[in-house]
């Protein structure tokens, strides 16, 4: 069973930046996308970015201008530069690995804090 881990969450000050990472365990197949996503609390999780397997990007609107999506399929990693935070961006960050057969894999979230 491929593991996806995230990473790099934590406590940041409005307009600070982190980098989120997540690593699959190993190769996945039949993969559509790989995305992330966020739940705050009280809230349904939601769509924050996404890469396809060919390198199509797609972004919530709320992020535009502010986070970047990156894959390294090397490394069987993809990450989340979040820049310019701010307090409504704090949630628990979730990686997943969209399939288009078999079932759909989710990391275990990471907390993104955004506080002064």
């Known amino acids: 069973q491929v593991q996806l881990v995230e990473s790099g969450g934590g406590l940041v000050q409005p307009g600070g930046s982190l980098r989120l990472s997540c690593v699959a365990s190993r190769n996945i197949f039949n993969l559509n996308y790989m995305g992330w996503y966020r739940q705050a609390p009280g809230k349904q999780r939601e769509l924050v970015a996404a890469?396809?397997?060919?390198?199509?990007?797609n972004y919530a609107d709320f992020v535009k201008g502010r986070f970047t999506i990156a894959r390294d399929t090397a490394k069987n990693t993809v990450y989340l530069q979040m820049n310019s935070l701010k307090p409504e961006d704090t949630a628990v960050y979730y990686c997943?690995?969209?399939?288009?057969?078999?079932?759909?894999?989710w990391g275990q979230g990471t907390q993104v804090t955004v506080s002064s």
């Open positions: 890469v396809t397997t060919s390198g199509t990007i």
């Open positions: 997943k690995a969209d399939r288009s057969w078999g079932p759909n894999l």
